[in-house]
């Protein structure tokens, strides 16, 4: 009877050593920590936002042959920021630190890249507020992680998140701007830090609610393409067709890009300087063709609403890649996702022009999806963006033109931090 008893203790003793799980669920701890961070990245998200709409709306004032001191002192003081504060750095920057810093993103410049992009971008650079927002809230799951004492992979997703979380607020794609975050770490392996899709999706799904609340953000597409019917199995062919076009056009963007460095790395100059360099010249091209002013996301639906002649388009798609590549080249801040859409939208119309019986909005679609998976490897998100940026319901004919875009790209990626170290 006592070693009975005794048997009965220890088991009983056993069973009050485990901890007690109140939770049944997945649901964790992990959870709410990356709930909080996408609320974090969308309150960020929308007051940057809202400061760059008061500022446009000001700054817009400012038109014919006054866009070029406009956006030559704005340039100028943009460089002054960078010079004085801190350098932010790029994309490339970004992707080397979440790749090769353990995943920390540094917070110490974001004042840096705050004020100098607002006004980048406000003025009428050819850059989006993309790579601003995935630096700033990238930053912020850093820093988050290391008030939790969050180390290694963990960290790292949490950075990831954080950066998901920016890119959801712009684009209006918890699933895309998730994946994106994912796909533009390495120039092959798309989700190469798998652990990070469910912080990912969490934290954008919390950002987009939060961002959608602070600036009344609608459910329907951005650019409306959606006026597509499907006319049969070669659809897919034009979509290849035109991805190949698309794709050639994202070569060409990136030879331009690599001759503008060329030249201002040449110029032994402050950043200042080459930023208000960079003014002049982007004032000129606004002032002689106002639609390559700012970074697209307006300026698409312009596009196609407009009757434009087949000179003017060749003439916009010319110099705005010109644009950018000054944008980019001459320390201008910003992203270039949104201006390559553009891009693609006018590259989709000449196409249209030269050829009006075949479909508009597949033309469009398929070159914009071509030459953003050429440009930054991303085409599974470059996909699902699209369809929800566009309402192009049709979801495959997309996605054959982003994986012509992306396997046609250059071996070299654009975004050379995305290669492995040994690679390069």
């Known amino acids: 009877m006592k070693l009975k008893r005794r048997k009965k203790l220890v088991n009983y003793l056993n069973i009050l050593d485990q901890p007690v799980k109140f939770n049944p669920f997945v649901f964790s701890r992990s959870f709410l920590l990356w709930a909080f961070l996408g609320l974090i990245g969308g309150i960020i998200a929308g007051i940057y936002w809202i400061v760059l709409e008061f500022l446009t709306h000001q700054l817009a004032f400012f038109d014919g042959w006054l866009v070029i001191p406009l956006m030559a002192t704005c340039g100028l003081f943009a460089g002054l920021i960078i010079y004085f504060i801190g350098d932010p750095g790029e994309i490339n920057l970004i992707v080397n630190n979440i790749r090769f810093n353990k995943g920390k993103l540094d917070p110490k410049n974001n004042l840096s890249m705050i004020l100098s992009s607002l006004l980048c971008v406000a003025s009428g650079g050819s850059l989006g507020p993309e790579a601003p927002l995935v630096q700033i809230t990238g930053s912020t799951g850093t820093w988050i992680g290391k008030i939790f004492r969050l180390k290694g992979e963990e960290l790292r997703s949490l950075s990831i998140a954080g950066m998901a979380s920016g890119f959801t607020a712009l684009f209006g794609a918890p699933l895309g701007g998730s994946l994106f975050s994912l796909e533009i770490l390495h120039h092959k392996h798309a989700v190469e830090y798998y652990r990070a899709i469910i912080p990912a999706f969490v934290a954008s799904c919390f950002s987009y609610l939060v961002f959608a609340l602070i600036i009344h953000l609608g459910l329907g597409p951005t650019w409306d393409l959606s006026a597509y019917k499907y006319s049969g199995i070669f659809d897919f062919g034009y979509a290849v067709v035109f991805a190949i076009i698309g794709a050639a056009l994202g070569w060409g963007f990136i030879?331009?890009?690599?001759?503008?460095?060329?030249?201002?790395?040449?110029?032994?100059?402050?950043?200042?300087?080459?930023?208000?360099?960079?003014?002049?010249?982007?004032?000129?091209?606004?002032?002689?063709?106002?639609?390559?002013?700012?970074?697209?996301?307006?300026?698409?639906?312009?596009?196609?609403?407009?009757?434009?002649?087949?000179?003017?388009?060749?003439?916009?798609?010319?110099?705005?890649i010109i644009a950018i590549s000054i944008t980019v080249t001459s320390g201008w801040r910003g992203g270039f996702i949104i201006p390559l859409f553009f891009v693609g939208a006018t590259l989709g119309l000449i196409i249209h022009k030269i050829f009006p019986t075949i479909n508009l909005s597949l033309a469009i679609v398929s070159c914009m999806a071509a030459i953003n998976s050429c440009v930054t490897r991303t085409p599974m998100s470059t996909t699902i963006l699209l369809a929800t940026l566009t309402g192009f319901g049709h979801f495959i004919p997309i996605l054959f033109a982003s994986l012509t875009g992306y396997f046609l790209a250059p071996r070299i990626p654009f975004i050379s931090s995305q290669m492995e170290k040994e690679e390069e």
């Open 255 to 320: 030879f331009c890009i690599k001759f503008f460095k060329f030249v201002f790395e040449k110029l032994q100059i402050p950043i200042y300087i080459k930023t208000f360099i960079g003014g002049i010249l982007l004032g000129s091209i606004a002032y002689y063709f106002p639609v390559t002013r700012y970074f697209g996301h307006h300026e698409i639906n312009e596009l196609l609403l407009g009757d434009f002649s087949l000179k003017l388009l060749l003439a916009i798609l010319i110099l705005k």
